[in-house]
């Protein structure tokens, strides 16, 4: 994040560069980069001649060439942005001549989604040279949190740790999916609010008490009745609650657990790292590791992954949910 307000801090400034290089595996900032570089390098009068989008499905390297050699008409500069570029994967060295000599009036961005250029490869070396070379790396699980505080500070919003992991469980590590969550969340909430998890229920749709995070609490302190409880709910539920998401989350909890258990130093500081939770959960954790001996762990780990093979349909046939979710729930209680 640090990088990209360099970037449009340097715009900004008027420090612009002829070639943006936007590639990574999370979308979400090269969308944003290339939205600011849209809305802000012209003026709105200007853009009507001068600023084009073409799409890599649709065009060849020769055709972005073309167009990005064009002067521009009534203004200093044109903007030619190249949205889903990684379909010119099999080309893109073809625009190593190109960036070579980049025509100054012009600000080409290429988006480079899900795919990244080879840093010893000639074309990334004279990109890099002659414009930005941008690298959106997907952010790990316990790197969210903090992104989602970042976030909400600039709309002027708090969070809940609760209300963080529920986003996260449920939404996964989607970057895009949880800002377009967030920004409607900051249209009705006022400046100001934090947001719980009952408001995360009330307007997003996750239950604040049957749901995977509570699932995996009840399951932590063997809270047997609001485990079968939760799996009632999910197995009549299933399309909000698919089984193979319940699994790998469930899975993820005991491995952490079985590292835990792994730790001669259990100083919250060092813990929270290593497992990848915020600190505000530790306890969460505490309390499993006294129900849940290492052995006990090791056995569960097993017999999740045979689950997770049944819920995909292997070596069973078509098991219902709520049969997945019963054997589960016996095989870590018993």
């Not at 890599?56 to 060439?65: F, K």
């Amino acid at each position: 994040m640090d990088e990209v307000l360099k970037i449009i801090n340097d715009i900004k400034a008027g420090n612009i560069k002829p070639i943006y290089f936007l590639m990574g595996e999370e979308p979400y900032y090269i969308d944003k980069l290339s939205e600011y570089i849209e809305h802000n390098i012209l003026q709105e009068h200007e853009r009507d001649f001068n600023q084009t989008v073409l799409y890599g499905r649709d065009v060849t390297i020769e055709d972005v060439v073309s167009n990005a050699k064009r002067y521009p008409m009534m203004a200093d500069r044109q903007v030619v942005i190249v949205k889903e570029a990684q379909d010119l994967v099999k080309t893109i060295d073809k625009l190593e001549s190109y960036a070579e000599n980049p025509q100054p009036t012009t600000v080409l961005v290429i988006c480079y989604k899900y795919k990244t250029l080879d840093k010893r490869k000639k074309i990334t070396k004279i990109l890099a040279q002659k414009g930005v070379v941008y690298e959106s790396k997907k952010l790990y699980e316990n790197q969210v949190g903090e992104w989602l505080k970042r976030v909400l500070s600039g709309k002027k919003l708090n969070i809940e740790p609760k209300a963080s992991t529920m986003l996260v469980d449920f939404l996964g590590l989607d970057l895009s999916k949880i800002a377009n969550e967030l920004d409607k969340l900051a249209i009705i909430l006022p400046q100001g609010s934090t947001i719980t998890p009952a408001i995360i229920e009330e307007n997003i749709g996750f239950s604040k008490d049957f749901n995977v995070f509570e699932f995996r609490k009840a399951i932590g302190e063997r809270n047997q009745l609001k485990s079968y409880q939760i799996a009632d709910h999910f197995a009549q539920n299933p399309k909000d609650n698919p089984m193979v998401v319940t699994t790998s989350l469930i899975f993820s909890f005991f491995i952490q657990l079985l590292k835990y258990h792994g730790l001669k130093d259990r100083n919250p500081k060092t813990v929270a790292p290593i497992l990848g939770v915020s600190p505000f959960f530790l306890k969460d954790y505490d309390v499993a590791l006294r129900n849940y001996p290492m052995k006990k762990v090791s056995q569960i780990v097993a017999s999740l992954r045979d689950i997770d093979v049944k819920s995909k349909g292997v070596g069973a046939n078509a098991l219902p949910q709520s049969d997945l979710l019963k054997e589960m729930l016996v095989k870590i209680f018993n």
